[in-house]
């Protein structure tokens, strides 16, 4: 889909301070190229922009990063204030993001997960080729990787992992499980045994919750939370067996 033929994604919430939409497959939070839909822009063309101080426009900025092939939850700044203030508030940890993984099952060279568990590693980037690397020793100038997971359910050639991400670095779900010798469904940059139809992954941003920036409670932690939940986009039969494993 280029930019021409692009619709908007479907509207999760919006206030004058934000916006959150369900982010499709080959939407670019940020840095488009020609052959991806350029998220900001697209916003912008359909919500406005705001004003920096001095008065020139400020398009919906990202706030976080999802990767293009990734869906669900995507949350934009509109003013200069709602993003320098949700910003530290992603930095004080005090969002909560959960995301759902549909991995294959490793044979059984790979010792099996445990049904619920913490992953620390420290995350290097090369930045040539666009990925990460996840170790499990710690150096200056990696990055300290935190997320939890649960297994929630399986099929006959896949786990079901809800997984709450606890800080934020680049391809960080993508390369902590592959470090495990787990890979998400369709990633061939981290493992996968073959692509999606979409050329999109099987990684889906579920819910975000988030410090109100339009809040007068001057304590961020103590502010009443936005919450949000991105339905499936493409909810074919894979993605429905994982949902009602989710509802058990």
Not at 32 to 43: C, E, G, I, N, R
Not at 88 to 113: G, H
Not at 129 to 147: C, F, I
């Amino acid at each position: 889909m280029n930019q021409e033929q692009a619709t908007v994604p479907p509207l999760l919430y919006e206030n004058p301070a934000c916006i959150v939409v369900n982010k499709r497959c080959g939407d670019a939070m940020e840095g488009a190229t020609p052959s991806v839909v350029d998220l900001p822009s697209l916003l912008a063309a359909t919500w406005g922009v705001g004003r920096n101080r001095d008065g020139k426009p400020f398009p919906p900025t990202a706030v976080h990063r999802l990767d293009v092939p990734v869906t669900g939850c995507a949350l934009f700044a509109r003013t200069p204030q709602a993003l320098a203030f949700l910003n530290d508030a992603f930095a004080q940890s005090l969002a909560r993001k959960v995301y759902w993984a549909i991995v294959e099952k490793p044979d059984s060279s790979i010792p099996a997960l445990e049904s619920q568990g913490e992953l620390v590693h420290w995350i290097s980037v090369d930045s040539r080729h666009n990925k990460s690397y996840a170790h499990t020793e710690e150096r200056s100038d990696w990055k300290r990787a935190v997320l939890r997971y649960r297994v929630i359910g399986e099929g006959d050639h896949y786990l079901f992992l809800e997984i709450g991400l606890i800080t934020g670095r680049h391809h960080q779900i993508r390369a902590q499980l592959a470090a495990l010798g787990l890979h998400i469904k369709g990633d061939l940059k981290y493992g996968s045994r073959r692509s999606e139809k979409n050329g999109g992954i099987r990684l889906h941003a579920r819910s975000l919750a988030f410090p109100d920036p339009l809040s007068d409670i001057t304590d961020p932690a103590k502010r009443p939370l936005i919450q949000v939940v991105a339905p499936i986009i493409e909810p074919d039969r894979l993605w429905q067996d994982f949902e009602r494993a989710a509802q058990v």
